[in-house]
C-alpha cells in the first residue's frame, strides 16, 4: 500500500481513483477535481496504476495534496460550518439542533420517510382497528 496525505491507498487501481480514498478528492474525474489537478500539473496520466508509478511521483503527489484541504482539517471546516449554522439560527441550524434525533436539513419529506432522524416508533394510522385474534 502507497500512503499519500496520511492515507492507504489501493495499489491495483488507476490513480484517479485511488486518491478519491483520500477524504475530499472524490472521484469526479472534470477538470475542476483535486485528484485531477494534481495529475495533470504533474504530467501524470491517470489511468497509471498506483503500483507502476516510481517513488519521485508519488511523493510529487504527496507534496502536491498537502495544498488541498484533506481528512481532519476539513472534517473541522465541516462541523464548523455547522455548528454556524446552529448558533445563528437559520432553518438549517434549527432542523440539525434538534435533539435527540435531528430533523432532515435538505428538503426531504419527513410524511413517510425520515424514520431514522424521526426515531424508530412506528404510528398507527388514524382509525384503523386492529385484527381480532382467533379465539
Do not use: C
Request: proline share 7%; glycine share 6%; no cysteine.
Amino acid at each position: 500500500m502507497v500512503r499519500i496525505g496520511n492515507k492507504e491507498i489501493p495499489e491495483n487501481k488507476n490513480i484517479w481513483v485511488a486518491l478519491s480514498y483520500i477524504h475530499g478528492f472524490g472521484k469526479k474525474f472534470g477538470p475542476t477535481s483535486p485528484s485531477r489537478r494534481i495529475l495533470a500539473e504533474l504530467n501524470i496520466n491517470p489511468l497509471v496504476k498506483v503500483r507502476d508509478l516510481t517513488s519521485e511521483q508519488i511523493s510529487q503527489i504527496s507534496q502536491k495534496a498537502k495544498e488541498f484541504p484533506t481528512e481532519g482539517v476539513l472534517k473541522e471546516q465541516v462541523q464548523k460550518n455547522i455548528n454556524e449554522q446552529i448558533n445563528l439560527g437559520t432553518y438549517q441550524g434549527l432542523r440539525r439542533s434538534r435533539k435527540p434525533n435531528p430533523l432532515p436539513v435538505h428538503g426531504q419529506r419527513t410524511r413517510s420517510n425520515s424514520r431514522t432522524a424521526k426515531g424508530h416508533e412506528r404510528r398507527t394510522v388514524a382509525n384503523k382497528k386492529k385484527a381480532p385474534t382467533p379465539k
